[in-house]
């Protein structure tokens, strides 16, 4: 059996053709009975995010999408997201005013459907027979019962899982605590469960901009100006991670996908249509890689520690940095996940998250699982006397919240 993934440039800026013709390549559409669907698309917007950051779906990729699937006498279609933890309060920071920073609800106003948080929607138990870590889930209703998942994601570096794009984009039909216990059981496993409940019809990837790193500054945008669509969202990951710079091989949950026979990962056994994988080739830096400068000498004393806290500790680096204490990490001690054995301490520790509670005596417990990237900051600032509301005033001025 063969997978097909076709790659597509984007010429002249002209999205929605790249959109058309990479479907088409793909022959994705035609396997799909489309009259009297419920199609559900599923972009990539789990943060407040600007189109073009190379964080979010691109609105002119979901735009395109919506009318060629409209075009199909489906009985309905709607865009769905349900937004990353830390961004799903019931208030301004939640799945909708994510949509509204990347332009989705301008997308859809002007294409007359329906967007949906899907942390907010009612949410069905669904069984997974085979289960790697996760056999029930709490999934949205309206991906549960949607005939068609249309997957829109964009190829980013991750700090746990190497790459994050389709498999991983399907997280957003999950809410808030289900998002959580995937990185409690096992993010690359827990994403694989997930996917043998709900896998998606299609993947469309928006490759216009990539993000590489840890996807936080403007020079982490990778332009690779790319379409890549499949039925097949394992082989398309494969092929995402390899045009990234990856060996697909590596890529736990792709490989872990593969072997749960829910796709292709063998790239010799995928037929990629369009550009060849060698010609659009362009390495991504690793997180992990491009973390590393920002621990600025931070002693990390961790065990098993999941993407959660390992993700929000990154951002406490990025905001001490830029509110120019980088000078500081030296001195900044950090206990996290499931170390057995903490060696003695010449420094007050910031005790990360609910894993590693058990050492919260030890110095500036914060909890939480995982705690937000702002608690852990405030708790670095308090271990090293930093002055708060110098700090706060800095990450105001990065996310323009
Ligand atoms: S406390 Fe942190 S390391 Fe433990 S499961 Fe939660 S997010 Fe992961």
Not at 63 to 89: K, Q
Not at 100 to 127: F, M, P, S, T, Y
Not at 148 to 176: A, D, E, F, Q, Y
Request: proline share 4%; charged share 25%.
């Amino acid at each position: 059996m063969v997978s097909v993934v076709s790659i597509v440039k984007v010429q002249s800026e002209d999205v929605e053709r790249a959109v058309r013709k990479s479907v088409s390549l793909s022959h994705s559409l035609e396997s799909v009975e489309w009259e009297g669907s419920m199609v559900l698309i599923k972009p990539n917007v789990a943060i407040p995010a600007q189109a073009a950051s190379g964080t979010v779906t691109d609105a002119r990729v979901i735009e395109a999408v919506t009318r060629l699937v409209s075009e199909r006498n489906p009985r309905s279609v709607v865009i769905g997201e349900g937004s990353s933890v830390g961004y799903d309060f019931p208030d301004r920071l939640d799945s909708m005013h994510c949509m509204e920073v990347a332009g989705v609800l301008e997308v859809a106003k002007r294409c007359g459907v329906k967007v949906i948080d899907l942390n907010r929607d009612e949410h069905v138990q669904v069984k997974v027979p085979d289960a790697f870590v996760m056999d029930t889930f709490a999934i949205a209703k309206t991906a549960w019962e949607a005939d068609v998942v249309l997957s829109l994601p964009v190829i980013k570096t991750h700090v746990r899982t190497g790459i994050t794009c389709g498999l991983k984009n399907m997280k957003g039909v999950l809410p808030g605590e289900e998002k959580k216990r995937t990185h409690r059981c096992g993010l690359d496993r827990g994403i694989v469960d997930l996917n043998r409940a709900k896998r998606p019809t299609i993947t469309i990837v928006d490759g216009i901009i990539g993000s590489q790193g840890t996807n936080s500054e403007e020079a982490d945008r990778v332009p690779l100006n790319l379409i890549l669509a499949g039925n097949d969202a394992v082989a398309v990951d494969s092929v995402c991670a390899t045009v990234s710079g990856f060996d697909a091989r590596e890529i736990l949950h792709v490989q872990l996908a593969a072997e749960a026979k829910l796709g292709i990962a063998d790239l010799d056994l995928i037929e990629v249509r369009g550009e060849r994988i060698e010609a659009v080739r362009r390495p991504f830096i690793p997180y992990l890689q491009a973390a590393q400068h920002l621990y600025g000498g931070t002693s990390i004393i961790e065990k098993n520690t999941c993407t959660g806290c390992m993700g929000e500790l990154v951002s406490t680096f990025i905001y001490l940095k830029r509110a120019g204490f980088h000078d500081k990490l030296p001195d900044l001690t950090v206990i996290m996940g499931t170390p057995e054995d903490i060696p003695s301490l010449n420094q007050t520790p910031v005790v990360v998250g609910r894993c590693a509670r058990e050492y919260r005596h030890l110095g500036v417990f914060v909890p939480g699982c995982p705690p937000h990237g702002i608690k852990i900051t405030d708790g670095a600032c308090e271990a090293l006397n930093i002055d708060q509301k110098i700090v706060h005033r800095s990450i105001v001025e990065l996310h323009s919240l």
